[in-house]
């Protein structure tokens, strides 16, 4: 390139008219190799089948579905198993596919081609779905290959097995999730039935201290305190109603006793105490016997047991009950004792009166010893009863932790028995395809034209390629090309003022030169121009334009 030189409108045409051979080979050799290389490319024919993902049918606020995942997760672990080298041979087996790469490749090789190359597993997210929870409704499954027929077979059948994989997993998924929780609802069964055995052994071990029995204990303390209180006033209301009783029979004693002949009364001992001023002087012995202990009683009241008054009163009625003992030895009082002499109706009457007192008195002691023993019971039932309520700290705390484990493991085996419930559900439902399934909803076809390779496109990038080659060509041969041919280049070189131009003077020899080097030209060009008539014409190029 000469310095100083600038390119122009006029300048770059000349430049193309001069080296335009280096554009045009170019161009058609882009052109050619475009040509070529698209018909190199074999026609793949796509068949795809559109699979809907089907709702669960029974609501999931009856029944929660045991498979959680998201479709896309769901899809990629159902692709691994439906492309997997088993599945993928057995269809290029049934189908014979790719016959001469199986020819040339192991059956490996075929397979991870056909995976990666031919197979497509795609998706498709509405807009609805996408605001919803970014779940796919429906995913496409595609394939390529050659020939159109066996395209929409292999999708057919690709679609197929997602169909059927799905519902094995899902209703596999299912099983093992039931198996799973009734497994774990046994062993927390055992766990629960084993506490319930320690809590039974606790409750009869510690029965009456339990820390729930509390209120119940302090409860029956009250009634018994109450009931124990009552028993008192009672066996008090006996034990008064006996000294009236054993006073009026000892009254009516002593008027039997005045009936006695006086032999038997002038026989009878001297009586004792009289002067002591403390018992009266009048009455049988049995009567100042009574009034004695009466007197006895009260004063044990309000004396000690060592103060004189008392210890006199004691020895007297010693000295009385001797007495007493003796006059009922002289005289018998009963009819059996006295059935030898003659009773008047009277005394018969008297002493029916007197049998009824003493059997009344008797009653009233067995009812009064009964009264006694019950307050006896009463009061250790209050003191076993008390003695609970102290032992109840010492066990309340192994209680708590017995009750606490209990409540955990019965609260976990609720749990687990809902939820084991809602698998054995959510089981059948897949069993009896209620539950969410894929279905075909655009069944694969057969394409009527072919999906790649994109033939215009490889024509075009040829194009553009030789259009690109010869322009380099040319921008290089004007590069190292330093030829002066005006005016101007000279002037531009070598900034010298121009005297004169010669003009180029052509031979005979140069003439013939040129018109031999415009002959050879035009042959070649007319030679590659048959001949890549002739290839494209036996090979068909127009086919692959488009």
């Given at each position: 390139?000469?310095?100083?030189?600038?390119?122009?409108?006029?300048?770059?045409?000349?430049?193309?008219?001069?080296?335009?051979?280096?554009?045009?080979?170019?161009?058609?050799?882009?052109?050619?190799?475009?040509?070529?290389?698209?018909?190199?490319?074999?026609?793949?024919?796509?068949?795809?089948?559109?699979?809907?993902?089907?709702?669960?049918?029974?609501?999931?606020?009856?029944?929660?579905?045991?498979?959680?995942?998201?479709?896309?997760?769901?899809?990629?672990?159902?692709?691994?198993?439906?492309?997997?080298?088993?599945?993928?041979?057995?269809?290029?087996?049934?189908?014979?596919?790719?016959?001469?790469?199986?020819?040339?490749?192991?059956?490996?090789?075929?397979?991870?081609?056909?995976?990666?190359?031919?197979?497509?597993?795609?998706?498709?997210?509405?807009?609805?779905?996408?605001?919803?929870?970014?779940?796919?409704?429906?995913?496409?499954?595609?394939?390529?290959?050659?020939?159109?027929?066996?395209?929409?077979?292999?999708?057919?059948?690709?679609?197929?097995?997602?169909?059927?994989?799905?519902?094995?997993?899902?209703?596999?998924?299912?099983?093992?999730?039931?198996?799973?929780?009734?497994?774990?609802?046994?062993?927390?069964?055992?766990?629960?039935?084993?506490?319930?055995?320690?809590?039974?052994?606790?409750?009869?071990?510690?029965?009456?201290?339990?820390?729930?029995?509390?209120?119940?204990?302090?409860?029956?303390?009250?009634?018994?305190?109450?009931?124990?209180?009552?028993?008192?006033?009672?066996?008090?209301?006996?034990?008064?109603?006996?000294?009236?009783?054993?006073?009026?029979?000892?009254?009516?004693?002593?008027?039997?006793?005045?009936?006695?002949p006086a032999a038997s009364a002038?026989?009878?001992?001297?009586?004792?105490?009289?002067?002591?001023?403390?018992?009266?002087?009048?009455?049988?012995?049995?009567?100042?016997?009574?009034?004695?202990?009466?007197?006895?009683?009260?004063?044990?009241?309000?004396?000690?047991?060592?103060?004189?008054?008392v210890v006199r009163v004691k020895?007297?009625?010693?000295?009385?009950?001797?007495?007493?003992?003796?006059?009922?030895?002289?005289?018998?009082?009963?009819?059996?004792?006295?059935?030898?002499?003659?009773?008047?109706?009277?005394?018969?009457?008297?002493?029916?009166?007197?049998?009824?007192?003493?059997?009344?008195?008797?009653?009233?002691?067995?009812?009064?010893?009964?009264?006694?023993?019950?307050?006896?019971?009463?009061?250790?039932?209050?003191?076993?009863?008390?003695?609970?309520?102290?032992?109840?700290?010492?066990?309340?705390?192994?209680?708590?932790?017995?009750?606490?484990?209990?409540?955990?493991?019965q609260e976990s085996y609720r749990?687990?028995?809902?939820?084991?419930?809602?698998?054995?559900?959510?089981?059948?439902?897949?069993?009896?395809?209620?539950?969410?399934?894929?279905?075909?909803?655009?069944?694969?076809?057969?394409?009527?034209?072919?999906?790649?390779?994109?033939?215009?496109?490889?024509?075009?990038?040829?194009?553009?390629?030789?259009?690109?080659?010869?322009?380099?060509?040319?921008?290089?041969?004007?590069?190292?090309?330093?030829?002066?041919?005006?005016?101007?280049?000279?002037?531009?070189?070598?900034?010298?003022?121009?005297?004169?131009?010669?003009?180029?003077?052509?031979?005979?020899?140069?003439?013939?030169?040129?018109?031999?080097?415009?002959?050879?030209?035009?042959?070649?060009?007319?030679?590659?121009?048959?001949?890549?008539?002739?290839?494209?014409?036996?090979?068909?190029?127009?086919?692959?334009?488009?």
């Amino acid at each position: 390139m000469l310095p100083g030189q600038q390119l122009t409108v006029e300048s770059v045409l000349k430049l193309l008219r001069r080296n335009r051979w280096l554009f045009i080979v170019p161009l058609f050799v882009g052109i050619l190799g475009g040509l070529l290389y698209s018909r190199s490319q074999p026609s793949l024919y796509r068949s795809d089948a559109v699979v809907q993902v089907v709702p669960q049918r029974v609501p999931e606020s009856y029944v929660s579905a045991t498979v959680t995942e998201r479709v896309e997760d769901r899809l990629r672990a159902l692709a691994q198993q439906v492309l997997s080298r088993t599945q993928l041979e057995k269809l290029i087996t049934q189908f014979d596919l790719f016959p001469s790469e199986r020819r040339r490749l192991p059956l490996e090789d075929v397979v991870v081609l056909m995976q990666t190359k031919r197979v497509l597993i795609q998706p498709l997210a509405t807009a609805e779905t996408s605001r919803r929870d970014s779940r796919s409704e429906a995913f496409r499954v595609s394939f390529d290959y050659e020939n159109p027929a066996i395209a929409q077979k292999v999708a057919e059948q690709l679609a197929s097995f997602f169909i059927d994989t799905n519902a094995l997993e899902r209703n596999s998924q299912a099983n093992q999730t039931s198996d799973f929780l009734d497994a774990q609802m046994t062993d927390a069964r055992t766990r629960l039935e084993a506490q319930e055995k320690k809590l039974k052994d606790f409750r009869e071990r510690n029965a009456g201290r339990l820390p729930t029995q509390m209120q119940t204990n302090m409860q029956a303390i009250q009634n018994a305190q109450l009931a124990l209180v009552s028993l008192e006033g009672a066996v008090a209301r006996d034990r008064d109603l006996r000294l009236v009783k054993d006073r009026l029979y000892n009254d009516a004693m002593a008027d039997v006793q005045a009936g006695v002949p006086a032999a038997s009364a002038a026989g009878a001992a001297p009586r004792a105490g009289d002067a002591s001023g403390l018992l009266p002087s009048g009455g049988s012995a049995r009567q100042r016997l009574e009034a004695g202990r009466s007197l006895l009683a009260q004063m044990e009241t309000r004396l000690s047991p060592k103060h004189p008054d008392v210890v006199r009163v004691k020895r007297l009625i010693e000295d009385l009950e001797k007495q007493v003992a003796a006059e009922e030895l002289q005289q018998p009082l009963s009819p059996e004792a006295a059935g030898d002499r003659p009773t008047t109706p009277d005394e018969a009457r008297r002493m029916e009166k007197l049998r009824e007192m003493r059997a009344e008195i008797e009653s009233l002691d067995r009812q009064i010893a009964f009264k006694e023993g019950e307050e006896k019971r009463m009061r250790a039932g209050i003191a076993a009863y008390q003695a609970r309520l102290e032992a109840v700290p010492g066990v309340e705390s192994e209680w708590i932790a017995l009750t606490r484990d209990y409540d955990t493991l019965q609260e976990s085996y609720r749990q687990l028995l809902a939820k084991s419930e809602n698998s054995k559900m959510a089981a059948s439902l897949e069993h009896n395809a209620i539950g969410e399934q894929f279905r075909i909803l655009d069944p694969a076809r057969v394409p009527l034209k072919p999906h790649s390779p994109d033939r215009l496109r490889i024509n075009l990038v040829g194009t553009l390629a030789g259009l690109g080659l010869g322009v380099v060509l040319i921008g290089l041969a004007h590069y190292r090309d330093s030829t002066m041919r005006s005016e101007t280049d000279v002037l531009g070189a070598i900034e010298l003022p121009v005297l004169a131009l010669v003009p180029l003077v052509k031979t005979e020899a140069d003439m013939r030169r040129a018109k031999r080097r415009r002959l050879l030209a035009a042959t070649a060009v007319c030679a590659v121009s048959i001949a890549t008539a002739a290839m494209a014409w036996s090979l068909q190029l127009w086919k692959f334009i488009l």
